[in-house]
């Protein structure tokens, strides 16, 4: 028997407002059907992923969650930018890009992972930030070469509806998703 703590996987997300989401369910069904081995996900776990924490004790999420709510500011002047495919040469997660028009998405990542960084451990993506909405992934039985050409979800533009603390809950299936911290915007 472990005497381990339990733990959680947790991240950090802006959520997106319900006409986004009807766009990307619309447009997400309508490309399934030209590329073979896609598996929808659904539209309530639809999210810009801010800060991925991974595996913590689940005694950490409070603490996680304030730090959110510190950090929590408006992210606007957004739009839905086209098709992305990651990672590009074997695509594996199929996503609409997220256009930043005003910077305020980035600015909200990055001072939500440096205060990350600084009071829970969090180790920053090396990467420059890339916001998009996976909306399907490929199953695991088939491979992808190339990435398809797909025609984009309409350019709607949007504002963040609020920041969210959430866990990723595993098995049966896609990952569901259950709010620890909401900060409406």
Do not use: K
Request: hydrophobic share 40%; charged share 25%.
């Amino acid at each position: 028997m472990s005497d381990a703590p339990p733990r959680v996987r947790l991240f950090a997300a802006l959520d997106v407002p319900r006409d986004v989401v009807s766009e990307l369910t619309r447009w997400s069904r309508d490309v399934a059907g030209s590329v073979e081995g896609l598996r929808l996900l659904p539209p309530e776990s639809f999210h810009v992923t801010l800060c991925f924490l991974g595996w913590r004790e689940a005694g950490e999420a409070e603490r996680i969650g304030r730090v959110v709510e510190r950090c929590a500011a408006r992210a606007t002047g957004l739009a839905l930018d086209g098709a992305a495919w990651f990672p590009p040469r074997r695509p594996r997660v199929l996503s609409a890009a997220i256009a930043d028009t005003r910077g305020e998405l980035g600015d909200l990542q990055a001072r939500l992972s440096a205060a990350l960084a600084e009071e829970a451990g969090y180790e920053p993506e090396h990467r420059v930030y890339n916001p998009h909405v996976t909306v399907a992934r490929v199953r695991g039985d088939t491979r992808l070469r190339r990435a398809p050409e797909l025609d984009p979800p309409a350019p709607l533009p949007f504002d963040g509806t609020a920041v969210t603390l959430y866990r990723s809950l595993r098995g049966g299936g896609a990952a569901r998703y259950e709010p620890v911290t909401r900060v409406g915007l």
